[in-house]
């Protein structure tokens, strides 16, 4: 007499039993809790970000700017400038500033980066305003050249002049030169607007056009950039080149019609 086969299991069995496993040792909990984890990390470093940027600001920026970010005669409110606001400030070294004047001058940074995110985290706890941007937004490989050129040349140039040298403006203020200035902080300029210069936000200058505008910066003062014309005279267009016509040409035609007089004459008297 033939035995009875087994009679066989059905194929989401084993997942039944496995599921029921995890449950027991709370392995599903683990299985599906990730995402809210790394939800959970992500604002326990933020919030200790924060607290470390409150302290150094209480150290290094309330004297000016006020214990709670408010601005004093010393210094303007911080409430809703932004991390990406701290970041120029800080990064470029403009910030905390050596001494009152018409503009602070970029000089020798004071804080590292993990420092100036922690300030820049503080503030921006103080009030919304444009966050720091991610690499990918200021990176100029692949950039429009052209598209940032004509750009600059129509929102920049008037104070930075054609290629970004900079340049003097009133009451003891100046553009500052671009040429060796990060991405990154070229990217936050247009975004918060530092100082004597407008910001532009998405809506006036969407973040593919700000990018064309720093690719382009960033070519034009590159020892690979080249100068057609010869000497670029400063970058300032054709008001430098006149004047170069006109004190070097003229002078030099001056020189000559003198020296042609005078040897006329004494071959006369000769």
């Not at 984890?37 to 920026?61: D, P, V």
């Not at 709670?68 to 400038?81: E, K």
């Amino acid at each position: 007499m033939k035995k009875l086969s087994a009679r066989r299991r059905h194929p989401l069995a084993a997942l039944v039993v496995l599921l029921f496993a995890l449950a027991a040792t709370g392995g599903l909990y683990t299985a599906f809790a990730p995402a809210g984890e790394a939800k959970a990390e992500q604002e326990s470093s933020q919030s200790l970000a924060i607290e470390e940027g409150k302290k150094l600001y209480a150290t290094g920026c309330s004297s000016c700017h006020g214990t709670g970010g408010q601005g004093t005669s010393d210094g303007p409110s911080l409430v809703g400038v932004g991390a990406a606001a701290v970041d120029f400030q800080v990064g470029t070294g403009r910030m905390p500033a050596q001494q009152p004047g018409a503009q602070v001058p970029k000089k020798k940074k004071i804080y590292d980066q993990d420092e100036t995110n922690q300030l820049a985290a503080y503030v921006a706890s103080l009030g919304s305003g444009p966050s720091q941007p991610t690499k990918k937004m200021y990176d100029p490989s692949g950039a429009d050249l052209a598209n940032g050129g004509e750009l600059f040349r129509t929102n920049c140039a008037q104070c930075h002049n054609f290629t970004g040298e900079g340049g003097a403006l009133t009451h003891g203020k100046f553009a500052p030169d671009l040429g060796d200035v990060d991405p990154k902080h070229i990217y936050e300029a247009m975004q918060t607007g530092p100082q004597n210069m407008p910001s532009f936000t998405d809506g006036a200058l969407p973040e593919k056009d700000k990018r064309d505008i720093v690719a382009y910066v960033k070519e034009v003062n590159s020892d690979k950039s080249e100068s057609p014309g010869g000497f670029k005279l400063g970058g300032f267009g054709p008001v430098s080149e006149g004047m170069f016509a006109w004190i070097f040409g003229l002078g030099a035609m001056i020189a000559t019609a003198v020296w042609v007089a005078a040897r006329t004459a004494k071959a006369k008297k000769s």
